[in-house]
């Protein structure tokens, strides 16, 4: 695949498994989760910044550890609006800009 492929394919898991916040208390905030490791890897190379968490465990012994990717900075939400914009759906974008003008977005 293309680095705009990539790129694309790595929107689109932001905007069915993304999240952003923002609170006065614990900044900004934004990030993804899934049960698939190698997903949550691709997602931090296309990205290029963040951090990974996990594996973390939830619900009972079947379930499989969940796996984070996360940015707690204003830089990073920015960095991850400007990345993925031409991808997004309106949703998305409008959320990620509420958070950058520290609002929350939930």
Request: zero cysteines.
């Amino acid at each position: 695949m293309t680095e705009e492929q990539f790129t694309a394919w790595a929107a689109g898991i932001y905007e069915g498994e993304g999240t952003a916040h923002y609170s006065l208390s614990a900044g900004y905030r934004v990030g993804i989760t899934s049960s698939d490791e190698d997903v949550v890897q691709r997602f931090h190379e296309v990205v290029g910044f963040g951090t990974i968490y996990g594996p973390y465990r939830h619900g009972n012994r079947s379930n499989k550890p969940l796996w984070l990717w996360g940015a707690t900075n204003r830089q990073g939400v920015r960095n991850l609006l400007e990345l993925f914009r031409p991808f997004l759906l309106t949703r998305r974008v409008e959320q990620l800009e509420r958070v950058l003008r520290g609002k929350d977005a939930q």
